[in-house]
Structures are given as C-alpha cells and as structure tokens.
C-alpha cells in the first residue's frame, strides 16, 4: 500500500505562522510587560516618596514627577533602539567602552568635585547639565563590547590568556573605578554580567574556577572594610546592632510582615514615615509588600518572570550569535537586578543599594532598563524575518 503524503512525517524545519503565539509575539510582549512595570513603579514610588518630599518642602509628587519625566525620555530611548537594527551595536561596542572608562574616571579624580560631588559618602553622580549615574550606562557598554568580543574570541576560548585574557583587562578598566566610587555592588553586579555573556559563548568554566581563587581574596578583602563589614555583621547577626547596620533590614521585614495578604491600602504605609531609609528606591520592594502585600508581590515576581522568560526566548530565537549574547546579556542584566533588590528587602543578603528595575526611583537605571529592552526588542524584531522554529 502507497503512503498518502500526510502519512510520511516532515524531514524539514516547520515554520511557524508570522502572528500569533507562534512568531512576532515577544516584542509586543516585552512592550506590554513594560509598561505594565511602569506604572506600577510610578504608583508604588509615589506612594513611597510623598511624604519624604514633604519634609524638603517640596511638592509631595515632586519624586514621581522627574520619575515620569525620566520615563518618557526613556520610552524614546526603548523606542529608538528597537527600531535601529541590532548589528549597528557592533560598530559601537569600542566607543562605548571607551566613553564608559572615561567617565568613570573623572568621578574618582581629585579635583573634579565640581560635576562629580560626594553624596552620601560615594562619588557616583556627573552634573553636567543633567545629573547622570556612569555606572548605569557602563552596564550597557559591558554587555554590548562583550558580546561583540564574544563572538570574535570564542574560537580562542580555549587558551586563558587570548582568549579571556582582554576581556579581563577591559573589564578591570570599568570595574575598578566602579569599586572606588566606592559601589562595589555595582561592579561586582556589572563582573556577573560580562561572565555570564563570555560562558554562554563558550569560555571554560575551568578558567572562571581558576581565577576566582584569585579574585576571591581581593573581594573578600574589600567586604571587611569599614560600613561594608558593619552591614555583613548586622545580616549575619541582626540583633547585633538593631539600631544601626542592621535597622533597614529590619524595618524591610516590618514592612514586608505588615502587608499580610492584600497589604495596607495604596498610600497607607507607614514605613515611609522616616521608619524605613531609602524607602522610594533601595527599599521600594518593602513598600510594594506593605502597601499592596503578598497579592503585590506576587504580581510583582511574576512579571519580572515573565520579562526574563521572554527575553531568554528570544536570545534563543536570535538570527546569529552576537543577538544571542545580546539578548542573554540584557535579559540577565534585569533578573539579577530584580533578584538581589528583593533578597535584599526580604533580608536573604545584605543591603547592595541596587535598584529594583522600572519600579525605584532612579532616573539613570531607568532609561538604561528601557535602553535593555529596546534592544532586547530589536533583537527580537530580527528574529521574524527568517529564523525558523527550534525543535
């Protein structure tokens, strides 16, 4: 008997239809997830900072005003970047990087106090006519020179020192500035993502194990010094100093407990009464807890889920390897972020200072996310034009 041909299976690659869930949906994803985050961010920072403003006799939607304002220069910013093609960014990894290390540097140099001020013990801001956090925009610079080396060195993976060897100097020149501001959380968060792109294209975990050991000693060295070591020793032992290292924690966890299930009420937190410091940025997460509860919060997870699903989706979909590495850095560059902010507010590790990304205040970590993902979008936009579904 002859087979019918819908009896024989397909030898070839299905392509999928180009609408749908099977194809052209992830960057209408990302777009809808993201302004999702954004008002949320924008309610819940409102909330968090009124009253804060009122005691600088300031107008109490003065935070959430620039906030929003930061914003619409950021949705240009996402705008702009996932309709430019994502391969310009090849062009510009050098430049980037470079312009990256030269800011950096004019934040730890003496004498420039002028545009580069100490605030809060740290030199970490330029006032050059608007004020701009480096480091933000170092993380971009990071992932895109990185995966642009990626694809050039991977075949050299295997020798340590042409191989990773340049990747660890360039980073160093970022890094090091970085630590000295001082924001150590910062470079070891902008290390993490220049790893994870170089092991995603094949560099040798040996490598990584092997410097590491020498790595380690100088991390482990800089977590004993002064507030650093003071706030490990309040994580490690909260009850050691409850007023002191170890009262932001502390009052993250009242906040966080007060909530129950559907939390307080929009507005009716009362950790931003001056009970929890940096309520409106490094603990914005607390008062998600608090103000909307356990309902919040799962809200909250589920959409930063949802962002990292989609974005690893589309690294996996990328027409060639540097929009893989592309995707994979911008995708963990939120994760982690949204992670260590909520470890930190639930007390899992010590305070970093990191921002909880489209929801803390921050203008400069905000319109670098909505960079990330405008050119998360781009890569993602590339991806319908002619990859074909993965078994």
Not at 334 to 352: D, F, K, R, S, Y
Request: charge should be positive; proline fraction near 6%; include cysteine.
């Amino acid at each position: 008997m002859t087979a019918r041909p819908m009896d024989v299976a397909p030898t070839q690659h299905i392509r999928l239809p180009d609408s749908g869930l099977g194809r052209g949906w992830e960057g209408p994803a990302i777009m809808g997830l993201t302004v999702i985050l954004l008002v949320f961010g924008l309610l819940t920072l409102y909330s968090a900072s009124s009253v804060l403003a009122m005691r600088q006799n300031l107008p109490d939607t003065y935070y959430v005003l620039r906030q929003a304002a930061g914003a619409g220069v950021g949705l240009l910013v996402l705008m702009g970047c996932a309709l430019v093609p994502y391969t310009k960014w090849d062009r510009l990894a050098w430049p980037l990087m470079w312009g990256s290390v030269v800011a950096l540097v004019i934040l730890i140099l003496p004498g420039t106090e002028a545009i580069a001020p100490e605030i809060n013990g740290a030199r970490r801001w330029l006032r050059i006519g608007v004020t701009v956090q480096p480091s933000e925009f170092a993380k971009i610079a990071i992932i895109i020179w990185t995966a642009s080396m990626a694809v050039k060195k991977a075949p050299q993976f295997a020798s340590l020192s042409n191989g990773l060897g340049p990747f660890f100097v360039m980073w160093g020149a970022v890094l090091i500035p970085i630590a000295l501001e001082p924001d150590l959380s910062t470079a070891v968060l902008t290390a993490l993502l220049g790893v994870i792109i170089v092991f995603a294209a094949g560099a040798r975990i040996g490598h990584f194990v092997f410097l590491g050991f020498l790595v380690v000693p100088v991390f482990l060295n800089q977590l004993a010094v002064g507030f650093r070591q003071d706030r490990i020793d309040a994580f490690l032992n909260p009850a050691l100093d409850p007023s002191g290292a170890g009262f932001q924690v502390r009052q993250s966890l009242v906040a966080l407990g007060s909530g129950g299930l559907a939390g307080v009420g929009f507005g009716e937190g009362r950790q931003k009464f001056g009970f929890l410091p940096f309520a409106h940025n490094d603990f914005i997460f607390a008062m998600v807890g608090e103000e909307w509860g356990l309902m919040g919060v799962l809200f909250l997870v589920t959409v930063f889920m949802a962002i990292v699903l989609v974005g690893f989706r589309i690294a996996g979909r990328a027409p060639d390897m540097f929009g893989e590495l592309l995707a994979i850095g911008f995708t963990s560059l939120i994760a982690l972020q949204a992670v260590l902010h909520m470890a930190v507010g639930l007390g899992l590790v010590p305070p970093t200072g990191l921002a909880l990304p489209l929801v803390s205040y921050g203008r400069s970590n905000l319109v670098v996310t909505l960079a990330a993902l405008g050119i998360l979008m781009s890569v993602a936009r590339a991806a319908r034009g002619g990859k074909v579904a993965r078994a």
